[in-house]
């Protein structure tokens, strides 16, 4: 079963230049074959994504621009990661909550996905979360 313990900071390669940074995500960069990626943008102040996990899914969260807290938890511990740097994802494995919150001006959330979108991954109700890892 899966723990909060098991998600993951992953750093992603940086090419330094004095021109700018620049990071790649390729190959074996990230765990699973990619097959989606959005983002979330302008969240009025005070707003939470998220507030659910997936069955089989599993996501990394960046921080392209700005900062956002993600609370993590795995029905028994919670835990909260900032994420503020575009060369350092967040891998969420399947069975984890999410809720972002916190979402600084101008932020910017990129998430890629291990499989497209499909309503019958997503558990929305925490209650029936928490009941499931029973």
């Given at each position: 079963?899966?723990?909060?313990?098991?998600?993951?900071?992953?750093?992603?390669?940086?090419?330094?230049?004095?021109?700018?940074?620049?990071?790649?995500?390729e190959?074996?960069?990230?765990?699973?074959?990619?097959?989606?990626?959005?983002?979330?943008?302008?969240?009025?102040?005070?707003?939470?994504?998220?507030?659910?996990?997936?069955?089989?899914?599993?996501?990394?969260?960046?921080?392209?621009?700005?900062?956002?807290?993600?609370?993590?938890?795995?029905?028994?511990?919670?835990?909260?990661?900032?994420?503020?740097?575009?060369?350092?994802?967040?891998?969420?494995?399947?069975?984890?909550?999410?809720?972002?919150?916190?979402?600084?001006?101008?932020?910017?959330?990129?998430?890629?996905?291990?499989?497209?979108?499909?309503?019958?991954?997503?558990?929305?109700?925490?209650a029936?979360?928490?009941?499931?890892?029973?």
């Amino acid at each position: 079963m899966t723990t909060i313990n098991d998600v993951q900071l992953i750093e992603i390669p940086k090419i330094q230049d004095r021109r700018g940074n620049l990071s790649v995500i390729e190959g074996n960069t990230i765990p699973f074959e990619l097959k989606r990626v959005y983002y979330l943008y302008d969240v009025p102040s005070g707003s939470e994504r998220g507030g659910h996990s997936h069955k089989e899914q599993q996501e990394l969260l960046i921080a392209i621009s700005g900062s956002f807290d993600v609370v993590l938890k795995d029905g028994n511990s919670e835990k909260i990661v900032t994420l503020n740097k575009p060369n350092f994802g967040l891998l969420i494995g399947k069975g984890i909550w999410r809720e972002l919150q916190d979402f600084s001006s101008g932020s910017i959330c990129l998430v890629m996905a291990s499989d497209v979108f499909e309503e019958s991954d997503y558990m929305r109700d925490y209650a029936e979360f928490v009941k499931s890892k029973l």
